[in-house]
Structure formats: C-alpha cells, structure tokens
C-alpha cells in the first residue's frame, strides 16, 4: 500500500511539472497564456427543428435546459417580461452571437450587458439575443418579416452574412441564393464528446502534444466557382430588408462590424498567437480570411448607404491589447470576449444616446417605409 501510494504521489508530481513546463511554453512561444479546449456541448438536435422550406430550421420555443434557454420569441436566453413592460433591444446575428462553444448562458454577451444594465441603473431595458448559428442573412430575413413585430424592438442591431459567405465560399457553383447548411451540418453540431477527453482538454500538454500528432482539417471545397458578387448582392439586399423591418416599428437601428482575431496582414508576434488560438490559422486565412476582411468593407457601406449608425466591434477590439485571449478560434468568442463585446455595446450605444431616448414609434418612418414598399 506504502509503495503503491508513494508511486501515486510520484506520478502526480510528475504529471504536474510536465503540465506546468507545457504551460510556461505555450505562453513564451506563442504569446498568450493558455486556456481550456473544453467547450460547451449544446443539445442541437433537442432545440433545432426541421421546418418546410424556406425557412428550414426553427428554434423550439420554450425549451430548456442546463446549458440553453429558447423563449417565446425563438430566441436564445430567459423568458422576457410581458411585452410593453420594459424597452428592447433586439441582435439579430449569427453563430458568435448565439455563444457557440461556451458552458454557461451567463457567459454569453447579452447576460452580460444586461448585467451592465443593471449595475448602471438602466432597468427597464431587456435584451433579446437572435444569434442563431444555423441562419443566413435569407433566412434571418424571412423568419423576422413574420417575428419582429411580436417582439417590438427599441434598439435592432445587425451582425449578418457571413454564413452566406460561408455557405458561397464552400458550395462553389452548387450555390445558390436558397442554399442553406444541409441537415446532416446542423445536425453533427451536437458532438458527444468523452469524459476523458473533456477532461485532457483542460491540459496545455495535452493540447502540444495533440498538435504534434495530428493536424486539423478545414472544410472541404465543392470546387473554386465563388460567386462573390451574388453573395454580396443577397447579403445587401437583406440587411436592406431588416433596417425597413426595424424602422417600421419605430425602433433605433444599427449595423455591428463582426470581429476576428486576425489582422489583414499580422505580424510574426501576431501569426504566433493566432496559432495558440487555432492551429491551422494560417490556412483559414490565406484562404478565406481575405473574403471575411472584404464583407466587412462592403457592410461598412451598406451602413452609409442606408444612413444607420455601425458599431465597430473589429475596431474597437484591434487596439484591445488582450485582444488574442478574446477567441476561442479565429472568430468565436470565449467567455472574456463576450465581456468585452458588451462593454462595447453597451458604451457605444450609450454614445449615441439610445439607452436614455424614448421609444417613438415613428409615424413618418413608417410612411417613408410603406412609400418605399409602394414604389
């Protein structure tokens, strides 16, 4: 017992130093300290419904679990209050606004800028999350054309097209303006993943040694036949389409800037904590890195062209000096991102005055509105 309890005592010490020389490593070489593979496991297939096309796919409402919440408006998060009772701010985005990957819903950026809300006084407001991993900006357009007026939003924001770009990017000339994620893509997001790589996942060794033996693949190519320019139309013509559903409620409407972790040309300081971040970074941006930078650019000028405000959270997180411990990979945030990402919301939102402002329902924007729909 004495023998088998002193090699016991060994091991652990041993299985320590290993572990604490991998993490003294991994932040001498790639600039960032380490933090956990573990991710959080959504039960997709509980929450995510099949619907008739063209939706595809619908959120259960009312569902619940340990890990998400769907509310009454097939939205992420708790149950809101009676409507009427307080003011609303409604994001309408894609997979790092639902929270993929985190454990807890109160790591996600609206439990978080709610809780902002809160501690600043500003009660009466509540916060509708529409990140939904599975949409692109076709079927954001759609499922709100027949949604946005149950929830009558203060404050709409927009973070969308980048699943289309995906989608554009992957398909090749198999892509069309109906193209959605195939069933078996949305269905295979609920991984079963075993204890004990759960476990190892929390071990900077096992992550060196993990990327020394093996290598991650990215998504394959349907072939090289992208059609940008009709991506780039589509994803126009729907952020077009929700600013009109937003203002024909009367509500604020704004543009966010998606973020990532990359630069249009990083340096040898950056590239090394992008590979801390994600292994195969390189490729994911020598392939498709400049198409997400170039979406950007064309989101800037829809803001213009339709005269809305744009929160610039690339901006605003490029000069974050933290800014490589802010993702999980080269675009989703981690639970510090999501409190970096509503601080900014919150302050940039409180610079244009809206947190304070009185909801109108504007009679002659929604005359401009229907003039518009008319002509």
């Known amino acids: ?130 990140g939904n991993p599975t949409y692109n900006s076709n079927q954001h357009r759609l499922y709100w054309e027949s949604e946005i007026a149950a929830v009558k939003p203060d404050i709409v924001l927009f973070c969308i097209g980048f699943n289309d770009l995906s989608q554009a990017w992957m398909m090749g000339s198999k892509w069309t303006s109906e193209t959605v994620w195939p069933e078996k893509f949305i269905m295979a997001l609920e991984r079963k993943i075993p204890f004990t790589k759960h476990l190892l996942g929390s071990f900077c060794s096992y992550l060196l040694l993990r990327r020394a033996s093996s290598e991650r693949q990215g998504f394959p190519r349907w072939d090289e036949d992208f059609k940008w ?49 994600q292994a195969n970074w390189h490729t994911f941006f020598t392939e498709r890195g400049i198409y997400d930078r170039a979406l950007v650019d064309e989101i800037r000028k829809i803001s213009g062209k339709l005269e809305i405000p744009c929160i610039d959270l690339l901006g605003s997180l490029a000069h974050n ?19 970096v990402v509503a601080r900014t919301l919150y302050h940039e939102i409180e610079k244009l005055g809206w947190w304070k402002a009185e909801k109108s329902r504007a009679k002659g924007q929604i005359e401009q509105i229907e003039q518009k729909k008319e002509t």
């Open 1 to 130: 017992m004495t023998t088998l309890f002193g090699f016991l005592i060994s091991f652990i010490g041993i299985a320590a130093t290993i572990e604490i020389a991998a993490r003294i490593y991994f932040r001498q070489h790639f600039g960032i300290p380490f933090r956990s593979r573990m991710i959080g496991e959504y039960p997709y297939n509980s929450f995510i419904k099949m619907v008739p096309s063209p939706l595809h796919y619908r959120f259960v409402k009312g569902f619940r679990s340990k890990m998400v919440k769907i509310n009454r408006f097939g939205c992420r998060g708790p149950e809101p209050a009676p409507t009427g009772e307080k003011k609303r701010l409604l994001l309408i985005g894609e997979s790092n606004f639902f929270g993929v990957k985190l454990h807890r819903e109160s790591e996600v950026w609206d439990a978080r800028l709610q809780a902002l809300l809160r501690r600043f006084g500003d009660h009466n407001w509540e916060i509708i999350n529409a």
């Open 321 to 339: 000096p933290r800014r490589h411990e802010l993702y999980f990979d080269m675009a989703h945030f981690n639970d510090a991102g999501m409190r």
């Open 229 to 277: 320019q009709r991506c780039l139309s589509q994803i126009d013509d729907n952020y077009c389409a929700l600013n009109d559903l937003g203002k024909a409620q009367g509500a604020q409407v704004a543009i966010i800037i998606n973020s990532f972790a990359y630069d249009p040309e990083p340096s040898p300081t950056e590239a090394r904590r992008l590979e801390g971040i």
